[in-house]
């Protein structure tokens, strides 16, 4: 996608403004306030209805709505137009946007699909770069710059599935532990229920036997058939009193259990005394805890901080040393299992007494008379729940709220007596009734809760199914956003290593960068002259911050704009990079983004006039800003060179302001002549250079060209050639002659800018002899420097940007 | 596994994850459609939808095999 035509009225601080790049780049040149960035505004709006500006930090009071039409228009009347070329398609597309409706965006709707990628891609903001972001990217932490780069990346959206796919897993975890939990309750309650401690199938298939023979049933020859058969509802009160008084038995009988527990009781508090007592030990269980959780935290964060004291770590190097020390603490581990695995034990055993209390409790509700035991036992079953809760954590709730060592504190003697009461007063309500009665309410009572078992066995099946794809989905969502992420920041990072040694191929050619995503984060790290990896803004000074900036943005902008977005907007982002490394930066725009629409806003000259001389801006595609009013916004006129704004200045009168500017731009342009012929100027250890430096070896080297030139055409018989080449050679020798009468006169002058003496009649004369001079050095139709290229020390040819001129310099 | 800048990243990470879900076999090929990007039939960041998923036991034997 390439910018045909722009039209922007009433936006910014653009009053009315006409562009047309025609497709090819664009610079807008103006000082600081000229309203510049106003066609930046323009084209983000135009492409994504905001414009970014207008958001972000400090800019909390500040609305397109209320800010963003110029200061004298209303939203309706403030609006952009612009004419697309798009990769594929041979027609234009226009695109209209008026700010009173910002959400809409005017176009054809049969391009409708065509767009669609190329404003999702802008609406990522991917092809604008200022230097307000620019630092941000590369002087961020980890995790703002994630921020910084997931906004480019669009990577928001994953972090929010990834976030929800962990939700998922831990919502439906947190389920499949209820409904094992649920499980684990139904078969106590069966425990309790039965006079059998086992519910393998085989003793429980003998038991349901057992009681279908008393009942005069067959023995089921099936697991299915456990049940069949037990028609009659066994619904009376008698009934209910009488299971409850065979679960009160089988508590009251079960001895056994009593004593098991106690002992296990006893056997956990003195491990668990072991560890308190032993302060160390106990220091090392709590630490552990601490550990696993931070070890927990620091991978879910990606954190390179401790989450404790927030030291700075590698992150890497933080996980490694938790993971060592969990490790040591092999022993720790060991104790803490043997633990948890004798409180599981006393859990269920408790759970089983729980279960039957609560089977007890709900057949003798209806009982008034038995009210006071009812609640004795009630008391006796909220101590065993708080017990259970306690003894599912026993090392993080030791000690506990119960004692232990008392058996009136779980096991509770008053609640047995109590039972006995209950058993007593059933027995009185249902008296001994025949096997046959016993077996029908055990056997119903049984499939009742043999059902639930079931149920809660398929709910907890169902939820381990869950929880397998649960885990299934989050698990490799990581491992594919993993993968994806890491191949294309490997790609960007190879792309940013490569753009960053083409700028500063002088003394950071082996520069290196490390570019990986963690799951919070995006590490960046680079290569500091040999001297190890470091962040960006460690080390490095804040001009080689700012080349990084637009190395990565550029590798960024590329991988993810390819194919939908050729246009790229550099927002004055030169501003601290020297002049070197702006020459090679340019040379990296001309030689690596060649399908690129590149829109550039400057207010430096010398870069402005050096991106024309190096055949990245056409002349007829800049505009000069000379100043902005807010009745009229910026004032716009075609580039105004460097001999109208010299004659500007004579016209006033102003012959020392302009020598200066001739001075300045004297510099600037035969440095760059000496940089692009290859021509040698003697070497100063204190680096500063000035025009009188360049002047000289340019004029020689380009003459030695030329005469190699024609040298060459003679070799290879091209006297059609040599004609237009002598006519080059005369005139260039012409303006020589010239400009070394001035350069003569006004040499003593040069350093001292003594232009004072000269009249501006006189110094048009001078003006006019570099200007016939800096035409020699130049395409008359790209505007750009002639250029040597060489193969190794030898010259091939002598060349312009677009080719025009092309002489060749290797003889036959 | 190239990455493709014509399809977000969400998309394109969606799309792996679907290639190595769908060998668990623990998806039928009809949850495996929904779950795709295209049809937009589950918004992956959407809790509920994920959770009703998860839980549909739409896998019978016949599907299974069909998975294979």
Same mark, same amino acid.
């Given at each position: 996608?390439?910018?045909?035509?722009?039209?922007?009225?009433?936006?910014?601080?653009?009053?009315?403004?006409?562009?047309?790049?025609?497709?090819?780049?664009l610079?807008?040149?103006g000082?600081?306030?000229?309203g510049?960035?106003?066609?930046?505004?323009?084209?983000?709006?135009?492409?994504?209805?905001?414009?970014?500006?207008?958001?972000?930090?400090?800019?909390?009071?500040i609305?397109?709505?209320?800010?963003?039409?110029?200061?004298?228009?209303?939203p309706?009347?403030?609006?952009v137009?612009?004419t697309?070329s798009?990769?594929?398609?041979?027609e234009?597309?226009?695109l209209?946007?008026?700010l009173?409706?910002?959400?809409?965006l005017?176009y054809?709707?049969?391009h409708?699909?065509?767009l669609?990628?190329?404003l999702?891609a802008?609406?990522?903001?991917n092809?604008v770069?200022?230097?307000?972001?620019l630092?941000?990217v590369?002087?961020?932490?980890?995790a703002?710059?994630?921020?910084?780069?997931?906004?480019?990346?669009?990577?928001p959206?994953?972090e929010?599935?990834?976030?929800?796919?962990?939700k998922?897993?831990?919502?439906?975890?947190?389920?499949?532990?209820?409904?094992?939990e649920?499980?684990?309750?139904?078969?106590?309650?069966i425990?309790?229920?039965?006079e059998?401690a086992?519910l393998?199938?085989?003793?429980m298939?003998?038991?349901?036997?057992?009681?279908?023979t008393?009942?005069?049933?067959?023995p089921?020859?099936?697991?299915?058939?456990?049940?069949?058969?037990?028609?009659?509802?066994?619904n009376?009160?008698?009934?209910s009193?009488?299971?409850?008084?065979?679960?009160?038995?089988?508590?009251?009988?079960?001895?056994?259990?009593?004593?098991?527990?106690?002992?296990g009781?006893?056997?956990l508090?003195?491990?668990?005394?072991?560890?308190?007592?032993?302060?160390?030990?106990?220091?090392?269980?709590?630490?552990?805890?601490?550990t696993?959780?931070?070890q927990?935290?620091v991978?879910?964060?990606?954190?390179?901080?401790?989450?404790?004291?927030?030291?700075?770590w590698?992150h890497?190097?933080?996980?490694?040393?938790l993971?060592?020390?969990?490790?040591n603490?092999?022993s720790v581990?060991?104790?803490?299992?043997?633990?948890?695995a004798?409180?599981?034990?006393?859990?269920?055993?408790?759970?089983?007494?729980a279960?039957?209390?609560?089977q007890i409790?709900s057949?003798?509700?209806?009982l008034?008379?038995l009210?006071?035991?009812?609640?004795?036992?009630?008391d006796?079953l909220?101590?065993?729940n708080?017990?259970?809760?306690?003894?599912?954590?026993p090392i993080?709730?030791?000690?506990?709220?119960?004692n232990?060592?008392s058996?009136n504190?779980?096991?509770?003697?008053?609640?047995?007596t109590a039972?006995s009461?209950?058993?007593?007063?059933?027995q009185?309500?249902?008296?001994?009734?025949?096997?046959?009665?016993?077996?029908?309410v055990?056997?119903?009572?049984?499939?009742?809760?043999?059902?639930?078992?079931?149920m809660?066995?398929?709910r907890m099946?169902?939820?381990?199914?869950a929880?397998?794809?649960?885990?299934?989905?989050?698990e490799?969502?990581?491992i594919?956003?993993d993968?994806?992420?890491?191949?294309?920041?490997?790609?960007?990072?190879?792309?940013?290593?490569?753009l960053?040694?083409?700028?500063?191929?002088?003394?950071?050619?082996?520069?290196?960068?490390?570019?990986?995503p963690?799951?919070?984060?995006?590490i960046l790290?680079v290569?500091?002259?040999?001297y190890?990896?470091?962040?960006?803004?460690?080390?490095h000074?804040?001009?080689?911050?700012?080349?990084?900036?637009?190395?990565?943005?550029l590798?960024?902008?590329?991988?993810?704009?390819e194919q939908?977005?050729?246009?790229?907007?550099l927002?004055?982002?030169?501003?601290?990079v020297d002049a070197?490394?702006?020459?090679?930066?340019?040379e990296l725009?001309?030689k690596?983004f060649?399908?690129k629409q590149f829109i550039i806003?400057?207010?430096?000259r010398v870069?402005a006039?050096?991106?024309?001389?190096q055949?990245?801006?056409?002349?007829k595609?800049?505009?000069?800003?000379?100043?902005?009013?807010?009745e009229?916004?910026p004032?716009?006129?075609?580039?105004?060179?460097?001999?109208s704004?010299?004659?500007t200045?004579?016209?006033?009168?102003?012959?020392p302001?302009?020598?200066a500017k001739?001075?300045?731009?004297g510099?600037?342009f035969?440095?760059?002549?000496?940089h692009n012929?290859?021509?040698?100027?003697?070497y100063?250890?204190?680096?500063s250079?000035?025009?009188?430096?360049f002047?000289?070896p340019?004029?020689g080297k380009?003459?030695?060209?030329?005469?190699?030139?024609?040298?060459?055409?003679?070799s290879?018989?091209?006297?059609?050639?040599?004609?237009?080449?002598?006519?080059?050679?005369?005139?260039?020798?012409?303006?020589?002659?010239?400009?070394?009468?001035?350069?003569?006169a006004?040499n003593?002058n040069?350093?001292?800018?003594?232009?004072?003496?000269?009249t501006?009649a006189?110094?048009?004369?001078v003006?006019?002899?570099?200007?016939?001079l800096h035409?020699?050095f130049l395409?008359?139709?790209?505007?750009?420097?002639?250029?040597?290229?060489t193969?190794?020390?030898?010259?091939l040819?002598?060349?312009?940007?677009?080719?025009?001129i092309?002489?060749n310099?290797?003889?036959k | 596994?190239?990455f493709?800048?014509?399809? %977000?990243?969400?998309q394109?990470i969606?799309?792996?994850?679907?290639? @190595?879900?769908?060998?668990t076999?623990? +998806?039928t !090929?009809?949850?495996?459609?929904?779950l %795709?990007t295209?049809?937009l039939a589950?918004?992956w960041s959407?809790l @509920?939808?994920?959770?009703?998923?998860? +839980?549909? !036991?739409?896998t019978?034997?016949?599907e299974?095999?069909?998975?294979d």
């Open positions: 996608m390439r910018l045909i035509e722009l039209e922007v009225h009433n936006l910014r601080g653009i009053k009315h403004l006409k562009v047309e790049p025609n497709g090819g780049n610079l807008i040149y000082p600081n306030g000229s510049k960035s106003g066609i930046v505004d323009a084209i983000d709006f135009l492409l994504t209805g905001k414009i970014a500006r207008l958001s972000g930090d400090g800019t909390k009071d609305t397109l709505k209320e800010h963003g039409a110029h200061i004298s228009a209303e309706k009347d403030a609006w137009k612009a697309f798009i990769n594929g398609l041979k234009h597309i226009h209209e946007r008026n009173k409706t910002a959400g809409k005017k054809p709707e049969k409708a699909a065509v669609a990628p190329i999702e802008a609406g990522r903001g092809y770069l200022s230097r307000r972001e630092l941000k590369i002087t961020a932490d980890g703002t710059r994630a921020q910084q780069i997931q906004g480019l990346l669009n990577i959206d994953v929010t599935t990834r976030k929800t796919l962990q998922l897993e831990s919502k439906v975890k947190e389920q499949w532990k209820n409904a094992k649920t499980v684990e309750q139904s078969k106590q309650a425990f309790a229920s039965c059998g086992s393998e199938v085989e003793v298939r003998s038991l349901v036997n057992t009681h279908r008393n009942i005069g049933l067959q089921a020859t099936t697991d299915l058939d456990w049940f069949t058969g037990i028609s009659v509802q066994p009376s009160e008698k009934d009193y009488l299971f409850a008084k065979q679960v009160a038995g089988n508590l009251l009988k079960s001895t056994t259990r009593r004593d098991d527990i106690s002992s009781l006893n056997e508090t003195s491990k668990l005394l072991e560890i308190t007592n032993d302060l160390a030990a106990f220091r090392l269980h709590k630490r552990m805890q601490l696993q959780l931070g927990i935290a991978e879910e964060d990606k954190a390179d901080s401790c989450p404790l004291c927030d030291m700075q590698d890497q190097e933080l996980t490694d040393y993971a060592k020390k969990i490790k603490s092999a581990i060991k104790d803490k299992e043997s633990i948890e004798l409180a599981s034990g006393l859990t269920a055993a408790l759970g089983t007494i279960e039957g209390l609560k409790i057949e003798i509700q209806v008034p008379e009210a006071s035991s009812q609640k004795i036992i009630t006796w909220n101590r065993l708080q017990a259970i809760t306690e003894l599912k954590s993080e709730n030791y000690p506990f709220s119960f232990p060592g058996m504190s779980v096991l509770a003697e008053n609640g047995h039972l009461d209950i058993n007593d007063h059933l009185k309500l249902a008296p001994n009734e025949s096997e046959a009665i016993k077996s029908q055990f056997l119903h009572k049984l499939s009742t809760l043999w059902q639930a078992l079931n809660a066995s398929l099946s169902k939820c381990e199914k929880l397998l794809r649960a885990t299934a989905i989050s490799n969502f990581l594919s956003r993968a994806i992420l890491n191949q294309l920041f490997a790609s960007v990072n190879d792309r940013f290593v490569e960053y040694r083409y700028l500063n191929s002088d003394n950071e050619g082996n520069f290196t960068s490390e570019l990986r963690e799951t919070a984060a995006i790290k290569d500091f002259f040999g190890g990896m470091h962040p960006p803004h460690a080390l000074s804040e001009g080689h911050q700012d080349s990084m900036g637009l190395c990565l943005y590798a960024l902008m590329e991988k993810l704009t939908k977005i050729d246009i790229v907007v927002d004055d982002v030169v501003m601290s070197d490394h702006r020459r090679l930066l340019c725009l001309v690596l060649q399908k806003t400057t207010h430096d870069w006039s050096f991106l024309s001389h055949g990245l801006i056409a002349s595609n800049r505009l000069s800003f000379t100043g902005w009013d807010v009229n916004g004032h716009i006129s075609n580039w105004k060179d460097i001999w704004e010299l004659e200045s004579l016209e006033d009168n102003k012959v302001e302009a020598a001739l001075r300045r731009w510099e600037e035969f440095s760059n002549c000496c012929l290859k021509a040698p100027v003697v100063k250890s204190h680096g250079y000035d025009f009188g430096d002047f000289s340019a004029i380009l003459n030695d060209l030329l005469k190699l030139a024609t040298k060459a055409a003679t290879w018989d091209q006297k059609d050639r040599l004609p237009l080449l002598e006519e080059i050679k005369t005139k260039y020798s012409d303006s020589c002659k010239q400009f070394n009468i001035e350069q003569a006004i003593p040069v350093h001292y800018n003594k232009w004072a003496t000269h501006p006189e110094f048009r004369k003006v006019q002899a570099y200007q016939n035409e020699n395409c008359k139709k790209c505007s750009s420097l002639l250029t040597l290229t193969e190794g020390a030898l010259p040819d002598l060349r312009c940007a677009c080719s025009d092309n002489w310099l290797k003889c | 596994m190239n493709d800048s014509n399809k %977000s990243i969400q394109q969606i799309l792996a994850t679907i290639v @190595e879900i769908r060998m076999k623990l +998806f !090929d009809k949850e495996l459609d929904v %795709s295209d049809s589950v918004p959407n @509920e939808s994920m959770e009703k998923l998860v +839980f549909a !036991d739409v019978s034997e016949d299974v095999e069909k998975c």
